[in-house]
């Protein structure tokens, strides 16, 4: 029950300080684990010893039980820690979302006494312009995604010399083929032929 105090202790005061709390946080993390490596050591040392004693099955099953239980043990104050450090970082979070409202409602004055000065024409204006600006812009992306893309990055000589090869390739394939045709005309068929299907 010790341990389940020790959570208890960290989860009660992790909130209330956020660098004390890291501290503790990560004393209790590396104690738990201190447990678990220790009691696993004690575990597979009884293990170890149940094979010199008559009863192995039932000796083993006793250690792997209590393996099992210490185990969970560990793994609800991990959970428990866990919980605690999401709660820190979302108090973190939120400290810091309020920190930027109030910077954000700062600057907002600060802009108002500025902006006073400025007339509400000169506000429109400004708007106006910001307006078309964006409407040019998007008129001019239109375009480009309207123009065809051109197929052929090649300049003639390239594209001459590539139908060349082609036409040669053409000729090579049609050479073989007359060859074939005359080594069969010559030679016969490879193969006997098939033999009747009787009915």
Not at 4 to 21: D, E, I, K
Not at 47 to 56: E, L, M, P, R, Y
Not at 102 to 118: I, N, P, V, W, Y
Request: hydrophobic share 30%; charged share 35%; proline share 3%.
């Amino acid at each position: 029950m010790s341990q389940w105090r020790l959570c208890m202790f960290v989860l009660l005061y992790g909130v209330a300080s956020h660098a004390w709390s890291e501290d503790v946080t990560g004393d209790a993390r590396a104690r738990i684990d201190a447990i678990r490596h220790q009691n696993t050591l004690e575990l597979d040392a009884e293990d170890a010893a149940c094979f010199s004693k008559f009863a192995v099955t039932d000796c083993q099953n006793k250690i792997v039980t209590r393996r099992r239980k210490m185990l969970a043990e560990l793994k609800r104050q991990e959970g428990a820690l866990n919980a605690v450090e999401r709660r820190q970082k979302g108090l973190e979070q939120l400290q810091k979302s309020e920190n930027k409202a109030a910077e954000s409602a700062q600057r907002e004055l600060d802009t108002q006494a500025g902006t006073d000065k400025t007339t509400e024409e000169d506000r429109q204006k400004t708007l106006d312009g910001k307006v078309l600006s964006h409407r040019e812009q998007a008129k001019a992306e239109t375009r480009k995604s309207k123009q065809p893309k051109s197929t052929s990055a090649l300049d003639d000589a390239t594209v001459q010399k590539n139908r060349a090869a082609y036409q040669d390739k053409m000729k090579e394939l049609e050479k073989r083929r007359e060859d074939r045709d005359k080594r069969l005309q010559e030679h016969g068929p490879s193969s006997a032929p098939l033999p009747p299907t009787l009915p």
